[in-house]
């Protein structure tokens, strides 16, 4: 043990405790190497690089945690970087440790089996103000494993401090296990680990076990600490969790093996805890489950792992992928799920686990291929966690492959089964899924009831995907995007998106991460800025972690963006790059999308902005939206065929083909209220208004105008057809009303054209007027903060 003593702070090593006086925290494990090298090392500047490599070998997004750890440090120390006791910063250099009082105490201490499981006991022992509990949320997932009992008899211990009653119409917690190894060759077991235990578990019990990961996300939107230790706090946790069952654990390094140290609580107090001593963790995963279930007077199963790997080696490397799946993404996971099934190649959780990665990487083909394996096998597939699991993850591929046919097979039979189970955080994954179905479908209303059943299903935490999912302005990157959900407050989610990406970086969980920065990217209620930082680091994040799906519509999204900024020219990297991509996938639609943004970004930069048409622009725009119209004649969903149609109508518009403009904005026009967009019917209707006042058709101006939805620009040409008609009196009294309802789109030129309307009253003259404002220079941006808007032209230099 090595006691580092400073000021009044007394830091142990062995346990990453930090007292000061009569108070006590544990560290996160890369603040507590932080501090144990800075300290080592003091006396001198310690250089960035030398920091990182000491602390973060092999380690993604290094440099943010560091400052992350550096900031952690100086607020348990109670200073700041401008007033620094303990810690310096040292401009374009590192860091300095200054407490030259600062001393190393090394006690060796050896512990026998007998004596770390006597220590751990007395140390859950409850007194009053004591608050036993390390912790470290982390995010888990499904497996069930065979496993050995060979370390049972000499190195299981266990107390009970108050036998439990028989536990009836409740919930069991597997909160988070905390690695403290101090070993990164051991962060396997924490999302690992876990998992086995909750899913063993599950199979040993008729009662739900509540998902690691939904504790764990718990955790992180009420900011507790990594190693919660306040029994209170966990006692509040069951409560919000309905349930009353806690089971946690640490895992330690004795001498050359390993200890599972665990502890349950109910909702006032510790009920037992115990240790186990093993070389191998998961082989001694069948004697700690029976031993648990044993203490809680459970209904003990005959069989707790329904699926089991045939050897420790795919067993881990299962567990590593779990691990790497949700912090390093789906590539890394990829390889050491391959790697388990080559080692137990009849092994169905690593088969679904490897398609779901497939899946995620736009390997659709192997993905659909493993998962009708899996599906041709069903009936030997006993765990319904596993069956409901496969279904959710193939109706999700056949969505994105729009067989929504198929999508809905999938899932009912996957709610059918769940029918029988007590599994509502499965459930609700398989109603979220349904309502992605339902948006496809164009049933926004089901859509929603959908989301409110599943978000009370698994209550109070809702999944942060879904937040990622449902919070976010809902288009895709094309006309879709003027389709605003009356049901979502965009203003409201962006707080919560915020404070979702909090809960993803304290989870280390880059997916998600990820997912985030896109949804804020695409919620116009932040700054410009905020938005494209945002969806760069999202294209960032999906570039590491492998994600080539979530890349794509993180690329498209981003050329979308700078169109509605009139900055088209930029959308071009981010195109060629989508380009590139989707050429290793088999998805016509999203095909569709890219070549769409294409037309759209030429035809952008051909647009008359006052300073003339550029028809080489327009010439190319016309081409590529008529190719789209060609060569995707059979994707069905979406609007991107009623978008080709109008933005063609624009080009044409533009190239002054104003009959042919006509044509296609019409057609688009059809489109759109077949689909129920009802933002891009107002906008097809406003251009059929403006070609028809290019064709000088002034009556039939009127007549639209008259049964269309009103808005400033179809009053303008409206007054403008009044007046051409010499009924000076109704064009002034319409654009003076318009004024009156639109004052913030009122503009200069506006007041030009009602003064000339005021004099033609009087006079009964008709004035010669400038052409009217053409729709072509707004998309939606009207709706969009445009704070910090020159951000965007920083690009341009």
Avoid at 162 to 171: A, E, G, M, V
Avoid at 177 to 192: A, H, I, K, M, P
Wanted: aromatic fraction near 10%; hydrophobic fraction near 40%; glycine fraction near 4%.
């Amino acid at each position: 043990m090595t006691l580092y003593k400073f000021s009044n702070f007394t830091y142990n090593s062995d346990t990453r405790e930090l007292k000061n006086n009569e108070t006590s925290i544990y560290l996160r494990k890369k603040v507590a190497d932080v501090l144990c090298y800075l300290i080592e090392n003091k006396g001198r500047v310690i250089g960035k690089e030398e920091l990182l490599q000491a602390v973060w070998i092999q380690a993604d997004y290094r440099e943010n945690s560091l400052l992350q750890s550096i900031r952690e440090l100086r607020k348990l120390l109670g200073e700041s970087s401008k007033d620094p006791v303990f810690i310096r910063t040292v401009h374009m250099k590192g860091y300095e440790w200054l407490h030259k009082e600062t001393s190393i105490l090394v006690e060796e201490m050896p512990v026998t089996d007998k004596a770390l499981t006597h220590d751990l006991i007395q140390a859950t022992k409850p007194t009053p103000n004591r608050k036993p509990f390390p912790l470290i949320p982390l995010f888990a997932a499904a497996i069930i494993i065979s496993l050995f009992t060979l370390f049972y008899a000499s190195n299981f211990s266990e107390k009970d401090v108050t036998k439990p009653p028989l536990i009836q119409n409740t919930s069991i917690v597997v909160f988070p296990f905390v690695n403290d190894t101090r070993e990164d060759e051991f962060q396997w077991l924490e999302l690992g680990y876990s998992d086995m235990f909750s899913q063993g578990l599950r199979k040993m019990t008729a009662l739900p076990v509540i998902p690691t990961y939904v504790t764990q996300g718990v955790m992180a939107q009420q900011k507790l600490d990594n190693h919660l230790k306040d029994s209170d706090k966990i006692a509040k946790l069951l409560v919000e969790l309905r349930a009353n069952i806690a089971i946690t654990a640490t895992i330690t390094k004795d001498e050359s093996d390993l200890r599972f140290n665990y502890s349950i609580y109910n909702t006032s107090s510790m009920i037992a805890s115990g240790s186990i001593r093993f070389p191998n963790l998961p082989s001694s995963l069948p004697v700690l489950l029976s031993q648990i279930v044993k203490q809680l007077k459970l209904n003990d199963r005959d069989d707790p792992l329904a699926i089991k790997f045939n050897n420790k080696e795919a067993q881990q490397d299962y567990a590593k992928g779990i691990q790497a799946l949700l912090t390093k993404g789906a590539r890394l996971a990829n390889n050491y799920f391959s790697a388990s099934l080559l080692n137990d190649p009849k092994s169905k959780v690593a088969k679904l686990k490897l398609a779901d990665t497939f899946y995620t990487m736009g390997k659709w083909h192997n993905a659909q291929q493993l998962y009708q394996e899996l599906l041709a096998d069903i009936n030997n597939i006993e765990d319904p966690y596993i069956t409901t699991a496969l279904y959710n993850s193939f109706a999700n591929l056949m969505l994105e492959k729009n067989d929504t046919e198929k999508a809905a097979q999938l899932l009912t039979s996957g709610l059918v089964i769940l029918k029988k189970y007590s599994m509502p955080y499965r459930k609700a994954e398989l109603l979220r899924t349904k309502s992605h179905l339902m948006t496809i479908l164009g049933n926004n209303v089901q859509r929603h009831q959908l989301l409110l059943q599943a978000d009370q299903l698994s209550q109070p935490y809702v999944s942060l995907q879904n937040e990622a999912d449902s919070l976010y302005y809902l288009g895709s990157p094309s006309n879709d995007g003027l389709e605003i959900d009356p049901d979502i407050n965009l203003r409201q989610n962006k707080k919560k998106l915020t404070l979702a990406l909090d809960y993803y970086q304290q989870l280390n969980n880059k997916t998600g991460e990820a997912l985030t920065y896109l949804a804020m990217g695409q919620n116009y209620y932040f700054d410009v800025p905020t938005r494209l930082n945002a969806l760069k680091t999202a294209e960032e994040l999906f570039r590491a972690t492998g994600n080539d799906i979530d890349l794509l519509d993180t690329l498209n999204y981003q050329a979308y963006f700078y169109i509605q900024f009139h900055a088209g020219a930029l959308a071009t990297p981010a195109l060629n790059l989508a380009d590139r991509i989707i050429k290793q996938i088999d998805d016509p639609k999203r095909k569709q999308r890219i070549e769409f943004l294409k037309a759209f970004a030429v035809l952008d930069q051909g647009i008359n902005r006052g300073d003339g048409v550029k028809s080489e622009y327009i010439e190319r725009a016309i081409a590529k939206f008529n190719d789209n119209l060609t060569q995707f004649t059979q994707v069905q969903t979406g609007s991107v065929k009623a978008d080709s149609h109008y933005l063609l109508g624009w080009a044409y518009s533009e190239s002054k083909q104003h009959e042919k403009a006509l044509e296609h904005i019409i057609l688009a026009l059809e489109l759109y209220q077949q689909l129920g967009y009802k933002a891009s019917i107002i906008y097809a209707e406003t251009s059929i208004v403006e070609e028809n006042l290019r064709l000088k058709r002034w009556d039939n101006v009127i007549k639209l105008t008259n049964n269309y939805a009103s808005n400033h620009l179809t009053n303008r040409y409206k007054a403008r057809a009044y007046y051409e008609l010499n009924q000076y009196t109704k064009a002034w009294d319409i654009l003076r009303a318009s004024k009156a309802k639109y004052q913030e789109r009122w503009t200069h030129q506006d007041n030009q054209k009602l003064s000339k309307y005021s004099k033609s009253v009087k006079s009964e003259i008709k004035e010669v007027l400038s052409p009217e404002v053409s729709s072509h220079l707004v998309y939606c941006e009207a709706l969009w903060n445009t704070d910090g808007l020159d951000f965007i032209m920083l690009d341009t230099k």
